[in-house]
């Protein structure tokens, strides 16, 4: 089960008041959002946003004692004013976006974001896979080596990304690589031994950047966030948690340009951290990071 990150972190930093309009743009299994709904009243109203119907069923079943209007859309949060004008809504008092995916589809959706699992490479949550689809088992076996390169580097902050990208490339040419097992082995046997007994397992990392890679994650966290702040009403609020340094700068440049841009407050001038206790007994979320902006009133 998916345990939330910076529970609490995110409910004193939100500070939802009983009327508020709440959006969680990745609703996931509605930990957070069912916190922030216990602070709406019958007059506040909460909206859940998430890419996967699973994650929506979960949050469903979690905010069901919730006093408040609740709304849960299918969708990207890229896309979060289109979504919430078809149901009415142009202005909101506060937004969460918790980055990433959830524990349970890492563990359980059957497409190959474990490198645990044997599954297949598919890294995408989309319902309508075909051959077009990007996937994770199109970027090893179709993209140039200096391209998987780079999004190992730029995605996963890969030492090792140029070895990687090079042994996926040798490999390829014996036989395309189809399933999590066999990537695993590959980067396995491509980093040095040293790197085999490191706190994270070497795959970690190429894992976490083709993931990004194939859901576009950066560019939908860019894309999101200036719509997102649109949307907010004056003393609005926008919190996000991010769990790598690319997502992490893109969200404090876009605090500090806004500032600068339209006035407001950074109300967390050093990013919010997972105490010791937390990393303990979530491992997850070691490398969070939990910014709050407060729009201009
Ligand atoms: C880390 S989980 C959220 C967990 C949630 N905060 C909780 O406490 O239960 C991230 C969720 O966001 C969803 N997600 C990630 N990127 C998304 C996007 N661009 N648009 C919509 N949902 C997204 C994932 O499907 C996943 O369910």
Redesign the pocket.
Known sequence: M????L?QE?VDGLDVKSHDVVV???????????ELAKKLSNEGFLIG????ID??K??KE?LESCEAKVELIK??????DTLLKEIGIDEVNKI??????????IEESGRGFSFKKEEPLLMT?RDDVDEETLTARRIVNEWREDQIETVLRGYGEEKHSRKIAKAIVERREVSPIETTTELVKVIEDSVPKFYKWKRIHPATKTFQALRIAV???ID??SE?LERAYRLLKPNGRIAV?S?HSTEDRIVKRFFREVKERDGGVILTKKPIVPSEDEIEKNPRARSAKLRIFEKHD
């Open positions: 998916h345990q939330s990150v529970l995110v969680d743009g990745t609703l996931g299994s509605a930990g957070h959002a069912s946003i998430d890419q996967d994650a929506l979960r949050g979690n969708g990207n949060f890229r896309d979060v969460l976006l918790d980055l990433g995916m959830s524990s349970n589809q949550l859901n576009d994650e939908a966290l999101g948690i769990f």
